[in-house]
């Protein structure tokens, strides 16, 4: 499979939140259309509804594709497979947390929106490679 980090980073640049920029980058993996993904994943943007308080939109884009990607599998591959996300989304980032990324209480800024999208990118390509 190609790269498509980069489209992702397009998309968040476009207007996209975070979790769109993602899961419609791979849409067609869940064998769903871009605007059907836009709309599933529009409130996981900005730490779910825009709190900041919640998981990083990236990341939760990434799992809500994978849990439609895995649909014909089952639960526990679709856990797992998310759970790996996390795992290395917080290894790089020290965090999934939208507002702690941001640097919003300490000012330390940890990743940029446009890095957190190529990094989940990054971690569902690896992924999804494995399934194509």
Same mark, same amino acid.
């Given at each position: @499979?190609?790269?498509?980090?980069?489209?992702?980073?397009?998309?968040?640049?476009?207007?996209?939140?975070?979790?769109?920029?993602?899961?419609?980058?791979?849409?067609?993996?869940?064998?769903?259309?871009?605007?059907? @993904?836009?709309?599933?994943?529009?409130?996981?943007?900005?730490?779910?509804?825009?709190?900041?308080?919640?998981?990083?939109?990236?990341?939760?884009?990434?799992?809500?594709?994978?849990? @439609?990607?895995?649909?014909?599998?089952?639960?526990?591959?679709?856990?797992?497979?998310?759970?790996?996300?996390?795992?290395?989304?917080?290894?790089?980032?020290?965090?999934?947390?939208?507002?702690?990324?941001?640097?919003?209480?300490?000012?330390?800024?940890?990743?940029?929106?446009?890095?957190?999208?190529?990094?989940?990118?990054?971690?569902?390509?690896?992924?999804?490679?494995?399934?194509?």
């Amino acid at each position: @499979m190609d790269s498509r980090k980069e489209l992702a980073v397009e998309r968040k640049r476009s207007g996209f939140n975070c979790a769109q920029a993602v899961a419609c980058t791979y849409c067609d993996f869940a064998g769903v259309d871009a605007e059907t @993904m836009a709309a599933i994943t529009q409130t996981l943007g900005t730490g779910i509804g825009g709190t900041l308080e919640g998981t990083c939109g990236a990341v939760s884009g990434a799992c809500v594709l994978l849990g @439609m990607a895995n649909k014909g599998i089952g639960r526990p591959a679709a856990m797992k497979e998310a759970k790996t996300i996390v795992k290395r989304f917080k290894e790089r980032n020290q965090t999934v947390t939208c507002k702690t990324l941001k640097g919003i209480e300490t000012g330390n800024v940890l990743r940029s929106c446009e890095d957190c999208v190529r990094d989940a990118a990054e971690f569902l390509e690896e992924i999804l490679g494995e399934k194509a």
